[in-house]
């Protein structure tokens, strides 16, 4: 082994490890379980979830953390290496010496029992070897896809382990498993294919059953695929998180590879709010892709064609919806990552049918609302003192505009038209003004009358206005980007907002980093300190001229809140998410922010603590939508209080359940 190997770097410490979310178990009064099952459907798929099995005895498995929460036992039917083979019940060296001997898995394993504990250490030390080779070679970005590879394996093969070792790292691993590594993941992923993950409903499929026996075969189609051949019930699923592939972050169309951040989102929801991982479904839509550098990759795992449009693709979209929602009455729809054509469309055409959720639109919202509220706190001024830029009018872009214009009604009694006015609005031409040609769904209502800018000065004789352009003319004190277009907040821009306003707030939201409108480190430099800023992908904290205390720069990306608003929907079983439940975890999250408290630190909680606020902000979440009717859960507590308690005593955990072989 290379000496670099031996002396890694500092020890993972055992004592250190499990101190996010293991708690001893309390509540036996009301330990009846959040999400049940029908006694009829108890699938041995669906006795997994811990929610699942009414029962009354709980045990706490032996190579479980000392006061971890006693879980019931799980009764299986399988035996030996399919013990082994199955990443739920696959415990490897954590099986007890009684598992060992009922299941005959004694022959498959190396003698020695190990506790969850060591086996974390044992995975946290594998995934360091690969950060280091790589450091070694400055071979960064083969190291994160190495890193990545290994934690979705870990994931195959042992999915308490995988958690478990997630959340003792999150700080190193969150940043592989989501933005940014994600994203070259689905760049590779058909090159890094090894075993699926998730649901893959093909066009073609779909569209030959249509053709053949009509509309109800393509369904039946897609009933089968997200009922695992008709495995799961009406009450085994909480969540569906699906992609067409079409806008992954900043990086565009990917194609079928777009089901990574399915997954990279369905582990946060479990991570982030202790949703239950054999309860959420990731899918792609696979309705083909234009990009061409997929399309000529013999490798590629997708449909090699064009996307579809128009009707064919509405149809496929309308057949998922309406199966989903049917076969999953409870459960919630996330959409994630569609293209700007499609992303707010959708969102428009299904939000009053069915509980579903468009992450970029509504999740990006909804954090950077927060955001904006604390700079509103640190500033001690009103949402309506800002002027606001917001640089990208896409998806993202659209869905913080109307967040913030919303609340400015709300919590600030503007009107629409006068709130629309605190807006400037850039795209690819420009400034969006009411002459321009083409404008989308949604970015009408904030383009600016001619008149309100004849008399603004150009720096270059282009057509539109330019982000320089319009923040000399416009004078904003809020600045944020969701655009994907690295380095456009330069020196030039800021210290052209430094020139009006003391405290500019600076968000280059973008994502992955290398997409990042501009990087904090910089941003701080040329504005001498004095900006605010949020990031959509994480960035260290940046030195302040003068000071001692670094800055640390919030994380203003959506994972700060889909958790939550996710755990919310599902414990109430909220059959629409409606404004109302996401102001409520809105208000919640920017209660929450570090920044309330001391106005030097983060404008929001730390996405690292992710956990812990998850678990009050989805209680707001339940409370609203208790408050408008849409909650459809029975016998949930009424305060705030009741409901963290009872959201936290359910949140499901990485701890090993007792196996015992079904009579
Ligand atoms: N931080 C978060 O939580 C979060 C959430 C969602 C999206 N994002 C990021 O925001 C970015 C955009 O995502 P989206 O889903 O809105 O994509 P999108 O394609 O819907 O929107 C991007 C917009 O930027 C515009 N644009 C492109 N080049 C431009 C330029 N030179 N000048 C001005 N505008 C330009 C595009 O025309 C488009 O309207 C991505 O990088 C994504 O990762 C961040
Ligand atoms: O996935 C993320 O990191 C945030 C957001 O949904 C995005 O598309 O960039
Ligand atoms: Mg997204």
Not at 415 to 438: V, W
Not at 552 to 572: H, K, Q, R, T
Not at 620 to 647: C, F, M, N, S, W
Request: aromatic share 8%; net charge negative.
């Amino acid at each position: 082994m290379p000496t670099h190997l031996a002396r890694s770097r500092a020890p993972f410490s055992a004592s250190a490890a499990f101190r996010l979310g293991f708690r001893p178990f309390r509540c036996p009064a009301r330990s009846r379980q959040l999400l049940t099952v029908s006694a009829t459907r108890a699938t041995e798929r669906s006795e997994r979830t811990a929610s699942a099995v009414s029962t009354a005895e709980r045990t706490v498995h032996p190579s479980n953390p000392p006061g971890s929460r006693p879980l019931p036992p799980l009764y299986i039917s399988k035996h030996g290496l399919e013990v082994l083979e199955d990443p739920v019940y696959n415990y490897g060296a954590a099986h007890s010496a009684e598992e060992r001997r009922k299941l005959k898995l004694g022959s498959y394993l190396p003698s020695a029992v190990h506790d969850l504990r060591t086996q974390v250490d044992r995975a946290y030390k594998q995934l360091q070897q690969r950060q280091e080779i790589a450091e070694l070679g400055d071979a960064e970005e083969q190291a994160s896809l190495m890193q990545y590879t290994f934690l979705r394996s870990l994931k195959d093969q042992n999915q308490v382990l995988f958690y478990a070792l997630l959340q003792e790292s999150l700080k190193e691993t969150l940043k592989i498993i989501y933005t940014p590594v994600v994203g070259d993941s689905i760049i590779n992923f058909s090159r890094l294919f090894r075993r699926p993950d998730g649901i893959f409903l093909s066009y073609p499929s779909y569209a030959e059953e249509v053709q053949s026996r009509g509309r109800d075969a393509g369904r039946q189609y897609i009933r089968n695929a997200l009922t695992h051949y008709g495995e799961l019930g009406p009450n085994d699923v909480d969540l569906l998180v699906a992609t067409d592939g079409e806008g992954i972050l900043g990086i565009g169309d990917w194609g079928v590879g777009g089901i990574n951040i399915c997954i990279g989102k369905s582990s946060i929801y479990t991570l982030g709010a202790g949703i239950d991982p054999n309860r959420t479904l990731s899918i792609a839509l696979d309705v083909g892709t234009n990009n061409m550098q997929l399309r000529e990759d013999p490798l590629y795992l997708g449909w090699s064609h064009d996307r579809i449009t128009g009707e064919e693709y509405d149809n496929f979209v309308d057949d998922y919806v309406h199966v989903a929602a049917s076969i999953f009455p409870h459960s919630l729809l996330h959409f994630e990552d569609f293209g700007n054509a499609n992303a707010l469309r959708l969102l428009n055409r299904y939000k009053d049918q069915v509980a579903c959720f468009n992450d970029d639109v509504q999740g990006t919202g909804a954090v950077a609302l927060a955001a904006v509220m604390s700079v509103c706190k640190v500033k001690n001024e009103y949402l309506n003192d800002q002027t606001y830029v917001v640089f990208g009018a896409g998806t993202a872009g659209l869905g913080i505009t109307n967040r913030i214009r919303d609340a400015l009604c709300t919590r600030e009694g503007m009107t629409k038209e006068e709130a629309n006015k605190r807006f400037y609005l850039i795209d690819r031409e420009g400034l969006l003004t009411k002459s321009m040609q083409g404008l989308r769904e949604g970015q009408a209502e904030f383009a600016r009358d001619e008149s309100e800018v004849s008399s603004w000065s150009k720096s270059v004789d282009t057509e539109g206005f330019s982000l320089l352009d319009v923040v000399k003319n416009a004078k904003p004190t809020i600045l944020i980007g969701v655009s994907g277009q690295h380095g456009t907040f330069n020196e030039q821009v800021v210290k052209e907002m430094c020139k009006h306003c003391k405290r500019p707030a600076i968000f280059p939201l973008s994502n992955p980093s290398r997409l990042s409108e501009g990087v904090p480190a910089q941003i701080s430099e040329w504005s001498n300190g004095k900006a605010l800023m949020a990031t959509g992908s994480p960035f260290d904290p940046v030195d302040i001229l003068g000071k001692e205390r670094k800055y640390i720069v919030a994380e203003s990306n959506n994972a700060m809140f889909y958790p939550a608003l996710g755990l919310g929907v599902v414990v109430a079983k909220a059959n629409r998410v409606s404004d109302a439940l996401i102001v409520a975890g809105v208000e919640a999250l920017a209660s929450l922010s570090p920044a309330l408290k001391d106005p030097e630190d983060a404008l929001l909680p730390d996405l690292h603590d992710v956990r812990n606020i998850s678990m009050k902000v989805a209680a707001a979440v339940v409370r609203a939508a208790q408050q408008e009717g849409t909650a459809q859960a029975k016998g949930l507590p009424e305060t705030l209080e009741g409901l963290e308690e009872y959201i936290r005593d359910r949140a499901w955990e990485p701890l090993y359940r007792e196996l015992r072989p079904k009579s």
